[in-house]
C-alpha cells in the first residue's frame, strides 16, 4: 500500500481534549516562540517594534494585544491539533510544523485579513515567516508534550 493510501485509510480520532491541548499549545506558543523571535528580530534589525506589547488593541475589545495574538496563535493551534495526525513523524514532523507556521499563519496574516479589514492585500516578507515559523515550531512541540502528559 502506498503512503497515501495509508494516510487516507487511518482514522485519528479527534476530541475535545486534543483540540483544547491544541489551543493552549498555541496559545502558549506565542509569548514562547513567537515573540522571542519577534525578539532576537528587534535586536537585530533597526526600527522593529518591541514585542510582548501589552498596549490596548483597538479592534480586539482593547484587550491587550499579547493576549490578541496569543488567542490567534490558540485558534491555529486548533488547526495544528487537526492536521497534526496526519503529519509524518521524525524530522518532517518539525519541517512541516515550521512551515505550517511560518507559511499558513503569514499568507493568511497577508491576503484573508487584510482583505477582511478592507485593506491593500499584503506581501509575504521573509520576518512574517520566521516569526511565524518559530511559533509554529513551539506550538508542534508543546502540543506534542502535552498530548503526552494530559
Given at each position: ?6 494516510l ?13 491541548l491544541g489551543?493552549v499549545?498555541?496559545?502558549?506558543a ?10 532576537a528580530?528587534?535586536?537585530t ?5 518591541f514585542?510582548?506589547n ?5 479592534g480586539?475589545f ?12 490558540g ?6 491539533a ?7 513523524k ?26 477582511i479589514k ?33
Amino acid at each position: 500500500m502506498s503512503l497515501s493510501n495509508d494516510l487516507m485509510d487511518s482514522k485519528p480520532s479527534f476530541s475535545i481534549k486534543l483540540l483544547l491541548l491544541g489551543f493552549v499549545a498555541g496559545f502558549i506558543a506565542v509569548p514562547l516562540g513567537h515573540q522571542i523571535m519577534a525578539l532576537a528580530l528587534f535586536y537585530t534589525i533597526p526600527g522593529r517594534n518591541f514585542p510582548w506589547n501589552m498596549a490596548p488593541n483597538k479592534g480586539a475589545f482593547n484587550m491587550p494585544s499579547i493576549l490578541n495574538l496569543s488567542f490567534w496563535g490558540g485558534v491555529w493551534g486548533v488547526l495544528w491539533a487537526l492536521v497534526e495526525p496526519y503529519v509524518p513523524k521524525g524530522w518532517l514532523y518539525w519541517v512541516i510544523a515550521i512551515v505550517f507556521g511560518g507559511l499558513g499563519a503569514t499568507a493568511v496574516g497577508a491576503f484573508v485579513v487584510t482583505s477582511i479589514k478592507g485593506l491593500p492585500l499584503g506581501s509575504i516578507s521573509w520576518i512574517g515567516l520566521l516569526i511565524n515559523g518559530a511559533w509554529g515550531l513551539v506550538t508542534a512541540f508543546l502540543f506534542d508534550q502535552l498530548r503526552r502528559r494530559v
